[in-house]
Structure formats: C-alpha cells, structure tokens
C-alpha cells in the first residue's frame, strides 16, 4: 500500500477520466500509454485499477486511448520475425446463441496456405462457447510460448495462443469481468494487440458504435490492412442472415462496404449448443446451412481483406471453392 500522505502517480489518470461532466476529459494517447504501462509494470493499486476500469467503461474507450493501450502491451512483447503470420485474429467474446463457426473459417483459411494466428481467452463468460475451449475437440494444442506459435504457424498455417501467455496481467484482468459485472476497455484493446504484427488483421464487435473506433485505432497503430464487423455474438463471423458493414484500413485509407444477407429470412437459434456440430459439419457429416453459409460468407471478407479476390462476389466464390475443396479428414 502507498503513503497515503503522498499523491500516487496513478492518482492523475483517474482524476482526468473522473472529474466530473465538465471537468473530466479522455486520455491522449500519450497519457493512455503511460497509464497502461503502469498497470502493465504492476505500480497500479487494486482499488486504482478497479475505479480505473469502470470509469474507462462508463465513458467508453476512444481511437486515442486504445492505441496508447496497445502500444503499451506491444512493448512487452518479443519481436516476432516479419511475416510469421499473413492473418491477426482474436477471439475474445464468446458464443452465446450460435457455435463459434469461425474457427472452421481460420481453419479453412490455413488449409489454404493463409498463416493465421489465433490469440483468445479461456471462459470468462458464463453460458458461452470460447474458442480455446474447443480446441481440443480438434486435438489442436495451446501454444505455450511465443516461439511455439511461431513453430506451430509454420508447419501448419494455424496456431492458437492465449490471453494467459501472451500478456499474464490482461488474463487477469479480462477475468475481472465476473467481480465487477461489466466488461472493461481490456475486452476491446486486446482485439488490437496483433501480437504477430501481421500485415493483415480482421477484429470482430459486438456494439456497432465499437466499429468505427476500431478502424480508428487500427489507424493510429498504423496497421497496414484491417477490416472490422459486427460479428455474431461479437466474434469474428458473419452472420449470413444479415447485411454485414466491413470497416477497414488499407495504407493508410479508411473504407467501408456493406456484404448483403445470404438468406432472405432469418433462421431460428438452436436450442443448445452442441460442439460436436463443428467436427460434423467440417467432416460432412451433418448439413447445416446456415453454418456453412457463416464459415463461407466470413471467409469470403477475409480473403478480400487479403486481397486474394478484388470483389465481394469473387471473394465469395473463392470461399466456396475452398469449402467444397476442403480435406474433410483433416480433424
């Protein structure tokens, strides 16, 4: 515990974000660094970072403050050689009404000589289906370090890698969502990380006001190509039963372009949700359009992010064509 005679230096950023209507103000990018470099560096008091993350959550992050963040957690990690992977995707939301069907996608797409790295988290949520958890449904290991992803994305286009290993404090503090019944600005700034520093990097929201700020933040951080959606349940999934607006980033240009609806009415949500349903469907096994339609249509807005096809409707032909090419045996 501090000299509570003395002022702690954490005491400023909590007093910018929380003087009042009139008096409090956002953080520059500049204060945003220093301040998640403290809580990074562990000089942060509990109670500071409590009160710190409720106020970022009641006033919602903006551009500035997200890229401070992230440059912040970027500094603590290993310099990953260039090009160790094609594709940044995180997965931190959580599957609540559908199956995450996205990982078929980042599947289909290293099946197809794209280098995905996947980085998420372990359940934080209660009632949802995280990525991580179902990894071993696929026999797909967790990598336990920064150089056996690398391994891992190499020998086979695809690696998973933690929230737990890549930065241990934002693990804990994503985990914090339970104690304080909110989420807090660390679910949005680790869609940011890229921990790879891939060129391309494709994030998915939940709240569409999000979006815009994402395309903003990508832009401070100079992310060279990124795209951002409105995902299904938050993650990176296109809904196929509904119009899909893609924000994105390419050298330095903003642009956006809405994928219509797949169907013209929506399906009806599955009672439960049954893991093994992913395995079938990958395997042919079990039909399911609706799933199929997700896995394709979000790799569709993938492969265009990456520029392997120049339209919408070339970016959804070449997804078909992967799908139906798919190694059904490969799981």
């Known amino acids: 515990m501090s000299d509570t005679h003395t002022e702690h230096p954490f005491a400023d950023t909590i007093r910018i974000l929380g003087k009042g209507k009139k008096g409090s103000r956002p953080l520059t990018q500049d204060e945003a660094y220093q301040a998640m470099r403290m809580i990074l560096a562990g ?126 404090e934002l693990n804990r503090m994503i985990h914090l969502r339970n104690l304080m019944g909110l989420r807090s600005p660390v679910h949005t700034l680790v869609r940011l990380i890229n921990p790879f520093n891939a060129a391309y990097s494709i994030q998915g929201i939940f709240h ?37 607006l893609a924000q994105s980033v390419h050298l330095g240009a903003l642009s956006e372009e809405t994928w219509p609806a797949l169907f013209p009415r929506r399906h009806i949500k599955p009672d439960r949700l049954e893991p093994q349903q992913l395995l079938q469907v990958w395997r042919g096994e079990r039909a399911d359009e609706f799933a199929e339609a997700s896995v394709v249509g979000t790799a569709a807005v993938a492969l265009k992010l990456l520029a392997k096809a120049d339209t919408q409707q070339a970016a959804q032909q070449l997804a078909l064509q992967y799908w139906e090419n798919r190694d059904k045996n490969r799981f």
Not at 81 to 106: C, E, I, Q, V
Not at 211 to 228: G, K, S
Request: a negative charge.
């Open 208 to 244: 569409p006001g999000y979006r815009p700020v994402h395309q903003e933040a990508a832009l401070l951080l100079q992310q060279t190509h990124m795209t951002v959606i409105k995902g299904e349940g938050g993650e990176i999934e296109r809904n196929p039963d509904m119009d899909c």
């Open 43 to 168: 000089e942060v008091e509990e109670i500071q970072l409590g009160a710190f993350l409720m106020l970022m959550r009641v006033k919602e992050e903006t551009p500035e403050e997200l890229a401070g963040f992230v440059q912040a957690v970027r500094e603590t990690l290993p310099n990953m050689p260039k090009n160790s992977a094609d594709l940044d995707w995180s997965a931190y939301a959580g599957k609540r009404r559908h199956l995450p069907w996205f990982m078929l996608t980042s599947f289909l797409l290293a099946e197809n000589d794209i280098k995905v790295l996947m980085h998420g988290s372990a359940s934080h949520s209660e009632n949802r289906v995280f990525a991580q958890d179902m990894l071993s449904l696929f026999a797909l290991p967790i990598a336990d370090s920064f150089a056996d992803a690398a391994e891992q994305v190499e020998a086979s286009n695809f690696a998973y890698l933690s929230i737990a290993q890549l930065c241990p």
